[in-house]
């Protein structure tokens, strides 16, 4: 049996709680390889990552291995092929008699966590670890684990595939289809709400899902609105952020990168910009993305860009350089 060694943080969490069945299943990385799981978490809540870890075994899941429990990212680090780091403050709570509303106001909460994990992981994990951030901010914790891990061979991602699955599912409402008939759905830019969901690239049977839903007005506000906001409206409604969607969309992001993508489509994630669509280098954004055979992902070229796209680019482009400055020290 082949061997992976996965490591997630914030295990003890509610995305880890949803998280760790399903890589532990078979499900992800595939019946015929062994699921190694390296859990992390703060030490006050060893107890609570104790009962996941008995439930977990209590699954018999033939295709889990052996699972460890961390407190210090340098010891979780060696040999890790995949990392999805969960752990960080989820917004909605109230600190310091201050409410965090926005995923930016998590920025100095959560930054720093990113510091220790991206320098562990770039000189413990393994030269082709492929790395995923779901802690918010998500995109400028990447660029700052990015940043410490200093290793050109390993993938540093930030989660946009909750983003898209939205999208998706707001979109097969309308048109009445199955959601595995929509492709080609891309989060340009943050996971905050200037992300933008692109319907005019995004194919239903290979039209475009814009011009087939021909209703500009649902497209640039109702659509917009929705998917840029759904985050909250489930805090609103749960009383707690999104858990067994994000978990999902992890999920479905590790799966993304483990075969070749289908020709006609491709996925959503944020990677560090290369310049591709004129978004300045040394931001993780999101883009559309292939996998090749060989397992190497890249960014999908040549994609037409309407004005009032490229308006909607710029905004979230902003934000993410705004967010850059403002953890510029830990950088
Ligand atoms: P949670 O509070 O239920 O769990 C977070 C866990 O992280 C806690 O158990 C905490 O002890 C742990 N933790 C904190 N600091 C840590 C550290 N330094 N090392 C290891 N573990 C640490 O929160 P949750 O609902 O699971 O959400 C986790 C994060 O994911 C939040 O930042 C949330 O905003 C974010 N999120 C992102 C997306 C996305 O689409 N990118 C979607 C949903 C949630
Ligand atoms: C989400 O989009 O559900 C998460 O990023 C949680 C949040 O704060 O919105």
């Known amino acids: 049996m082949k061997e992976i060694n996965v490591l997630v943080t914030g295990a003890a969490g509610q995305i880890g709680y949803a998280l760790l069945t399903r890589l532990a299943s078979g499900e992800t990385f595939g019946k015929d390889t062994?699921?190694?799981?390296?859990?992390?978490?703060?030490?006050?809540?060893?107890?609570?990552?104790?009962?996941?870890?008995?439930?977990?075994?209590?699954?018999?899941?033939?295709?889990?291995?052996?699972?460890?429990?961390?407190?210090?990212?340098?010891?979780?680090?060696?040999?890790i092929d995949w990392a999805l780091l969960v752990g960080s403050i989820p917004r909605g709570i109230t600190i310091n008699g201050k409410k965090i509303e926005e995923r930016a106001d998590l920025l100095k909460i959560n930054g720093g966590i990113f510091t220790e994990q991206g320098k562990a992981l770039g000189e413990n994990a393994k030269q082709n670890a492929k790395i995923l951030v779901v802690g918010n901010p998500a995109n400028t914790n990447a660029l700052i684990g990015c940043t410490h891990g200093n290793n050109s061979t390993q993938t540093w991602m930030a989660m946009t595939a909750l983003d898209s699955n939205r999208a998706k599912a707001q979109v097969a409402n309308k048109c009445n289809v199955a959601i595995s008939d929509i492709k080609k759905m891309t989060i340009w830019g943050n996971h905050?709400?200037?992300?933008?969901?692109?319907?005019?690239?995004?194919?239903?049977?290979?039209?475009?899902?814009?011009?087939?839903?021909?209703?500009?007005?649902?497209?640039?506000?109702?659509?917009?609105?929705?998917?840029?906001?759904?985050?909250?409206?489930?805090?609103?409604?749960?009383?707690?952020s999104s858990a067994t969607s994000a978990a999902n969309a992890a999920?479905?992001?590790?799966?993304?990168?483990?075969?070749?993508?289908?020709?006609?489509?491709?996925?959503?994630?944020?990677?560090?910009?290369?310049?591709?669509?004129?978004?300045?280098?040394?931001?993780?954004?999101?883009?559309?993305?292939?996998?090749?055979?060989?397992?190497?992902?890249?960014?999908?070229?040549?994609?037409?860009?309407?004005?009032?796209a490229q308006d909607k680019i710029n905004l979230t482009t902003q934000e993410l350089l705004d967010e850059k400055k403002d953890v510029s020290d830990l950088l």
């Open 192 to 240: 905050s709400p200037t992300m933008y969901p692109d319907l005019d690239n995004a194919e239903i049977n290979n039209e475009s899902v814009s011009t087939l839903i021909n209703d500009k007005s649902w497209i640039e506000k109702d659509f917009l609105q929705i998917v840029q906001q759904r985050g909250k409206a489930i805090i609103d409604a749960r009383g707690a």
């Open 34 to 79: 062994k699921v190694n799981l390296n859990l992390v978490e703060v030490p006050q809540v060893a107890s609570k990552l104790e009962g996941s870890r008995m439930e977990l075994e209590d699954c018999g899941f033939n295709a889990l291995g052996e699972i460890k429990s961390f407190s210090d990212i340098n010891e979780a680090s060696g040999d």
């Open 251 to 308: 999920i479905d992001t590790v799966k993304a990168t483990l075969s070749e993508t289908a020709e006609d489509d491709w996925f959503s994630a944020a990677v560090m910009s290369d310049g591709s669509y004129n978004v300045p280098e040394g931001i993780i954004f999101g883009f559309p993305l292939r996998t090749n055979a060989s397992g190497e992902i890249s960014i999908v070229q040549n994609l037409p860009i309407s004005e009032y």
